[in-house]
């Protein structure tokens, strides 16, 4: 091997990927390497979707190298994703046939937290995964609104299991599905995580590597019962940079905390605007403050997410951002977000029950 082929490998292990925040060696994600003069087959396999994700990947591969290594080469990647369920909270089992949960929270209403998590599942599904979602808000359900699947009712063929709706390649539950739009739900909190548990456990959601769950805003008494009895592989929390979201954000992260959910990082909602006429950048609710916490509570920022009134449209209109704009700056916001989480998520402990037999005692 020349000295050039070994300082070209070194380059490639060293390189740090963005989602996962590791090097390629650190991640165990070289799968094979063949150097052919100015060009590099490269095959790399991760714990996230990656569908659409080689052009940006061989760009960065590329100019790391030709600063690590002095060299300039043409990668040609093959990327491969492997999505592996992880561990939940204790004492409580996997969804059967759903890899991993993922709740998207907010320690308070406004801060646009059901338009992060409709991108996020969409996201994952443009990348190749299979996603679902359950709008867990039972008294101000969006998705339905957000998905384009107002006014459509779910089946259930054997009257005891509930298909799903489907849309943007996303299989979708709500409350809004199953009641009037126009009529107030005016129940109390066991009602709600009752209804809530059986959206969960009697729809039929086939096998999917995500289910996002688009939890109520707030810390009460609803939202830690729910946190509690559902399966959780990881949380996000979604906040904007002002001070009374991010106060809201740390009741959230703590939540969480206390039913031994892991948190997966915060989304910073809002973050700047972008002036549609003259490109001017504004940070209307402030900066910084989604990294401020971050760090004071030692996770990561998965997502800085723009301030604009096209996404806004987009979700009312029934088709969010990455489906009604890809290939739009805003639309790679989200799909970045969605990678970062699934990244984050991908580094967490794997879900073990699987691989032992379950032994069953009878008497004699």
Known sequence: MSNLDAAVRAAIGSFVEPALGQTLDEAGAVKGLTLRGREVDLALQFGFPTGGYAPALASALSAHVAAAAGSELTFNLTLESRITAHSVQRGLTPLAGVRNIVAVASGKGGVGKS???????????AAGARV???????????????????????????GKRITPLRAHGVCAMSIGFLVDPAQAVAWRGPMVTQALTQLLNDTDWGELDYLVIDMPPGTGDIQLTLAQRVPVAGAVIVTTPQD???????????????VSVPVLGIVENMSVHICSNCGHAEH??????????????????????PLDAHI???????????VAAPGSPRAEAYL???????GALALRSRDRSTLFPKIVVEAS
């Open 132 to 158: 679902g979602i359950l709008d867990a808000d039972i008294y101000g359900p969006s998705q339905p609104l957000m998905l384009g699947l107002e006014g459509q009712h779910p089946g259930s063929p054997d």
């Open 284 to 305: 209307i609710f402030g900066s910084g403050g989604g990294a401020l916490l971050a760090a004071e509570r030692g996770v990561r920022v998965l997502g800085n997410l």
């Open 336 to 342: 970045q977000m969605a990678r970062n989480v699934a």
């Open 244 to 258: 009374i979201a991010l106060a809201d954000a740390r009741k959230g992260i703590a939540m969480f905390e206390k």
């Open 312 to 322: 806004r449209e987009e979700a009312d209109g029934g088709r969010p951002t990455v």
């Open 115 to 125: 338009t992060v998590a409709a991108n996020l599942a969409l996201g994952w599904a």
